[in-house]
């Protein structure tokens, strides 16, 4: 990897699920720089990824070339003004996974409108190589730091470019968030074993099993998720009657409003944080 170390600025779940991602790929852990105010935060990464650690984030960012900002969104104004003065020395590559807020927000808070700013979208599997993470460039970020950009996130799993920024919301909303509802599910159904009769192990295990088996067959077949979900339908059987009873209570149209919510939310984010 070129661009040097990489500064994370905040050191919370996502920003462990990439670094995790980094780490397991090889990228030297002494190159990662993180700045987390949180002390318990801060020992945990040392101990379990080897990385530097800092109070503060002009500390982290010192003599990094790629800063990745990874706080809440809500803090985000506040974390760049911060790191102003040494953006406009350094002119980093900027890579956020901030939920909504825009590559031109970020490059004004660093108080250079032509920082280069990847703005990405990875979600938690990240820790296990397996996320999945959208990206978008600003028109200041070149070819070496788009390439760069699509290195540091690969260790975390697939990447997909997006062309137009406004779409980011709904990549947060789609595979961000994502994950949140696949757990949902298994939550669900998990409950909803126990309650017709089976023993919380056995719900769990069955699940579990059924989730990630399921995931498998989804990503390494050509079958698309109708067809292998007609497979699973025998004609007056168990699943139609599931399946119906799903149709019935209008679920396509639930996660097509839950997915709104969500891509809603985070163009919010975006004006509430200006
Ligand atoms: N959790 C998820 O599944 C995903 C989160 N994101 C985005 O990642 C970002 C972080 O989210 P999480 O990791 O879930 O939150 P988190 O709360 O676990 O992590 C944020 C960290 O930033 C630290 N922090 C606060 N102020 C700071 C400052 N001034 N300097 C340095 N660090 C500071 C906090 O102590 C905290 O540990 C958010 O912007 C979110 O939208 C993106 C994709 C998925
Ligand atoms: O819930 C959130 O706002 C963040 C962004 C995507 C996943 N978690």
């Known amino acids: 990897m070129n661009n040097g170390d990489i500064a994370f600025i905040g050191g919370g779940n996502m920003a462990r699920s990439l670094i995790g991602g980094l780490v397991a790929q090889g990228h030297a852990a002494s190159a990662i720089r993180v700045a987390e105010p949180v002390p318990a935060l801060r020992d945990a990464l040392r101990a379990d990824f080897g990385v530097a650690v800092f109070e503060s984030g002009a500390e982290a960012v010192a003599g990094a070339g790629t800063w990745v900002l990874a706080t809440k969104p809500q803090v985000l104004r506040e974390v760049c003004e911060t790191l102003a003065t040494q953006a406009r020395m350094v ?4 890579v956020s996974i901030a939920a909504g807020i825009t590559t031109t927000q970020i490059a004004r808070w660093l108080g ?20 999945a993470t959208g990206l978008y460039a600003n028109a200041a970020v070149d070819a070496t730091s788009r390439h760069f950009a699509e290195t540091l996130l ?15 919301d709904a990549v947060t909303a789609v595979s961000g968030s994502g994950p949140a509802y696949v757990f949902l599910l298994a939550e669900a159904m998990i409950a909803a074993g126990m309650e017709e009769g089976l023993p919380a192990e056995a719900a769990r295990a069955l699940a579990l099993q059924t989730v990630l088996g399921a995931a498998r067959m989804l990503t390494e077949s050509d079958v698309d998720a109708a067809e292998l979900r007609r497979r699973v339908t025998s004609r007056g059987g168990t699943t ?35």
Do not use: C, K, Y
């Not at 002119?91 to 900027?94: A, D, I, S, Y």
């Not at 990847?118 to 990240?126: E, I, L």
């Not at 690969?154 to 980011?168: K, L, Y």
């Open 240 to 274: 139609q009657a599931a399946i119906e009873t799903f149709e019935a209570g209008g679920f396509r149209a639930l996660v097509a409003s839950a997915i709104h919510a969500a891509r809603v939310r985070g163009a919010a984010l975006s004006a509430a944080n200006d």
């Open 91 to 94: 002119r980093p590559l900027v």
């Open 112 to 131: 250079d409108a032509g920082l280069p700013v990847v703005r990405t979208m990875p979600n938690t599997p990240a820790l296990l190589g397996a996320g």
């Open 154 to 168: 690969s260790a975390a799993g697939t990447t997909v470019w997006i062309d137009d920024e406004a779409r980011m």
